[in-house]
Antibody, heavy 123, light 109 residues
Framework: EVQLVESGGGLVQPGRSLRLSCTASGFTFGDYAMSWVRQAPGKGLEWVGF??????????EYAASVKGRFTISRDDSKSIAYLQMNSLKTEDTAVYYCTRTQVLGYSYYMDVWGKGTTVTVSS | SYVLTQPPSVSVAPGQTARITCGGNNIGSKSVHWYQQKPGQAPVLVVY???DRPSGIPERFSGSNSGNTATLTISRVEAGDEADYYCQVWDSSSDHYVVFGGGTKLTVL
């Protein structure tokens, strides 16, 4: 069964850091790009960023709202993707979803989602 | 940045057809993907590349895309289809490469 499990969420003070993990199973992790998408309470979906597979250079892209503060990385030997979040703000409070990302020509879409992990930034 | 516009809500009676639109500048030139999110659950991909369905998604779900509007059509609507629906595109010129619409709440009357 294809599965993604996020972990590492919790309550953190503004300005502090947190690292989320996404453990994959049921597919060849290294063949896929991986994305993070978040959803603030009562709001819609917001893309955070993604990391391409090594075959596409393993490069990353980020939303403007997190660029310079968040970093996505991957460990293909462990089938884990990470989201390092620094200088957290109250507006980063959200459920964070890890997703498997398909490349379709010049488009990307998310075909597998984890259940999400909650990050609350508050003093 | 590229903007996708969805109606906040759509209501339909069981057995009828629901159409959820997603508007964007020349969206017909892009690939549009649709997600369903039920309360308290993660989103699920229901249509990709305008009109393709992942395995396990009923044929009642279909999509189209032309001009400035993409449409998700749900035929023979069931109570279990009640959910939020989001459209999504990729736009490399945007500060958000992956762009989501604001979402549409589908209510089954």
């Amino acid at each position: 069964e294809v599965q993604l499990v996020e972990s590492g969420g919790g309550l953190v003070q503004p300005g502090r850091s947190l690292r989320l993990s996404c453990t994959a199973s049921g597919f060849t992790f290294g063949d896929y790009a991986m994305s993070w998408v978040r959803q603030a309470p009562g709001k819609g979906l917001e893309w955070v960023g993604f990391i391409r597979s090594k075959a596409y250079g393993g490069t990353t892209e980020y939303a403007a709202s997190v660029k310079g503060r968040f970093t996505i990385s991957r460990d293909d030997s462990k089938s884990i993707a990470y989201l390092q979040m620094n200088s957290l703000k109250t507006e980063d409070t959200a459920v964070y979803y890890c997703t498997r990302t398909q490349v379709l020509g010049y488009s990307y879409y998310m075909d597998v989602w984890g259940k999400g992990t909650t990050v609350t930034v508050s003093s | 940045s590229y903007v996708l516009t969805q109606p906040p809500s759509v209501s339909v009676a069981p057995g009828q057809t629901a159409r959820i639109t997603c508007g964007g500048n020349n969206i017909g030139s892009k690939s549009v993907h649709w997600y369903q999110q039920k309360p308290g659950q993660a989103p699920v991909l229901v249509v990709y590349d305008d009109s393709d369905r992942p395995s396990g998604i009923p044929e009642r779900f279909s999509g189209s895309n032309s001009g400035n509007t993409a449409t998700l059509t749900i035929s023979r609507v069931e109570a279990g289809d009640e959910a939020d629906y989001y459209c999504q595109v990729w736009d490399s010129s945007s500060d958000h490469y992956v762009v989501f619409g604001g979402g549409t709440k589908l209510t089954v009357l």
